[in-house]
C-alpha cells in the first residue's frame, strides 16, 4: 500500500466543488501536519492547506475562503473540500507531510497526485 494516496479530482465547471481526499498510513497520519499541495506545468508545487494532527487548520493562497480541510481520523484520511471552483485552480493536487515531505530511501516521496480541471 502507497503511504500517501490522493483521489477525487476531475473536470468540473467555473463555480463547482469537488471533494479530495488522501488516504495516509497509519504512522504517517498520527504523528504529522497533512498538507495539500497543487503544481501546474512548468511552476513550483504549492501549499493550499494543512492540518496538523490536533486538528488546527490553515490555508494558503487564493483558496483560503473557498477550501476547507478536514480529516478523519478514523479512516486515515485527510479531505480537501474545494468550492467555487475557478479555472486558475486547475493542477494536479498532491498531499503530503508537512513541513517536510515524506522520504523514503533518502528521496522525497510525492504519490500520483489528482488532477482537477475547471473549465471556464
Known amino acids: 500500500q502507497a503511504p500517501l494516496a490522493e483521489s477525487g479530482g476531475g473536470l468540473v465547471q467555473a463555480g463547482g466543488s469537488l471533494r479530495l481526499s488522501c488516504v495516509v498510513s497509519?504512522?504517517?497520519?498520527?504523528?504529522?501536519?497533512i498538507a495539500w499541495f497543487r503544481q501546474t506545468p512548468g511552476k513550483q508545487r504549492e501549499v493550499v492547506a494543512r492540518v496538523s494532527s490536533d486538528g488546527a487548520t490553515d490555508y494558503a493562497g487564493s483558496g483560503k475562503d473557498r477550501f476547507i480541510i478536514s480529516r478523519d481520523n478514523t479512516k486515515n484520511t485527510v479531505f480537501l473540500q474545494m468550492t467555487s471552483l475557478k479555472p486558475e485552480d486547475s493542477a494536479v493536487y498532491y498531499c503530503n507531510t508537512s513541513p517536510f515531505s515524506l522520504r523514503i530511501n533518502g528521496r522525497d516521496y510525492w504519490g500520483q497526485g489528482t488532477q482537477v480541471t475547471v473549465s471556464s
Open positions: 497509519g504512522s504517517l497520519f498520527r504523528m504529522n501536519t
